[in-house]
């Protein structure tokens, strides 16, 4: 197997790392321990009870509990923005209250330290309104990134518009299926009529299947999958076995390597091998050696980066809705796709990366 080239040892102690989500709103990029966050759910039907303040943009029904949904563009910038059918609600819990955010779009993991982290007061042209609901801003190559404090946001949402004891006690003594509140359906734009109403029937699709509280006797064991592109086809990962997922790595190549071994990245002090599983998935793709998109992976013994073009989306489906290799490839002609499971009406191959990274087609035994 091949050596890897290691880091210089340290004696100090490795500093703690914080995972952090990244997302977009409003021509921002913000990020959040990830920690707190609790769930991402399609935009639903909200609710709306009277004097809400525009930075609220309704009331989530999410398992039998009222939850604040927030547009923290409003709340940092003053801004509206129209809401889409594509956007997200984030679910953060935060300072013993949940609450939601709403997002435009994901941009996946970080890791980072504290040395990451920079003040407002280092950046004049951050606006000073944002204290203390940034708590600091993280740089990741050119793009400035505001971390949230969510405890902040938590506080003010439940201190300022909390609701009263009668009318959540209202409504949880109510029949779900006639809402106490004004129905709101947080959409502006459309082509048509007939479009508003499709859009506005599935966003009270999703408010029904949000409300509905899991069953004790559901067991079923749930996979949470990050949906990647390697050229013109996409595949599931088993995010148990991603560390992290990172952006615009430059590769450092390797002498005397077989193709696949595209060279080593420095990922935290750490020198990790680059493997390209592209072409073991029949895709005939390249990388290049500066910008490339990566997923650090978990082996038993190590841990590696494998390019991939794009990471589009994370879900959450049950395991037993992953339809087994062996019920529609008998002769494992790719043993590293484990199964098919439906994705936005297609399906898709879930990769067993453990079961490639550790085959004797891709480990090296010449040493370098």
């Known amino acids: 197997m091949i050596d890897q080239p290691q880091a210089h040892a340290s004696m100090v102690p490795a500093e703690k790392t914080d995972t952090i989500l990244l997302w977009c709103w409003g021509g921002h990029e913000y990020a959040i321990d990830a920690q707190h966050v609790s769930e991402v759910v399609a935009l639903p039907e909200l609710l709306r009870p009277p004097d809400l303040p525009p930075s609220i943009v309704g009331l989530l029904d999410y398992r039998g509990n009222l939850v604040y949904v927030t547009d923290l563009d409003h709340v940092i910038h003053d801004n509206s923005h129209p809401y889409k059918l594509s956007y997200s609600v984030m679910l953060v819990h935060a300072a013993n209250h949940l609450f939601g955010l709403v997002a435009e779009e994901f941009h996946g993991l970080h890791q980072v330290t504290s040395h990451d982290i920079s003040t407002l007061n280092e950046h004049p042209c951050s606006p000073s309104h944002m204290n203390p609901i940034v708590s600091g801003v993280v740089t990741i190559h050119t793009r400035r990134i505001f971390l949230i404090d969510s405890s902040d946001i938590a506080l003010r949402i439940t201190e300022t518009h909390h609701l009263s004891s009668d009318l959540s006690a209202t409504f949880q003594q109510k029949d779900k299926s006639a809402n106490i509140f004004t129905a709101h359906l947080p959409l502006t734009e459309s082509c048509s009529t007939a479009s508003l109403l499709q859009d506005q029937s599935e966003l009270r699709r999703r408010a029904l299947q949000i409300r509905e509280v899991p069953t004790q006797e559901k067991s079923t064991p749930q996979l949470t999958l990050a949906i990647i592109q390697l050229g013109q086809e996409r595949y599931g990962i088993d995010l148990a076995t ?14 005397c390597c077989p193709p ?38 978990d082996l038993p013994q190590s841990c590696v980066a494998v390019p991939v073009h794009d990471i589009i989306d994370t879900i959450t489906i049950d395991s037993d809705a992953v339809l087994p290799s062996s019920s529609w490839n008998p002769s494992e002609h790719e043993p590293l796709v484990k199964g098919l499971f439906a994705y936005e009406g297609t399906n898709l191959g879930l990769l067993d990366l453990q079961y490639l990274l550790t085959s004797e087609a ?4 010449d040493n370098l």
């Open 242 to 255: 991603l560390r992290e997922c990172a952006e615009s790595y430059e590769i450092s190549p390797i002498p």
């Open 260 to 297: 696949h071994i595209l060279g080593h990245v420095n990922h935290h002090g750490d020198i990790l091998l680059v493997v390209n599983i592209a072409e073991y998935v029949f895709v005939p793709e390249t990388f290049t050696t500066q910008g490339t998109k990566i997923m650090i992976v």
């Open 362 to 365: 891709v480990i090296v035994k």
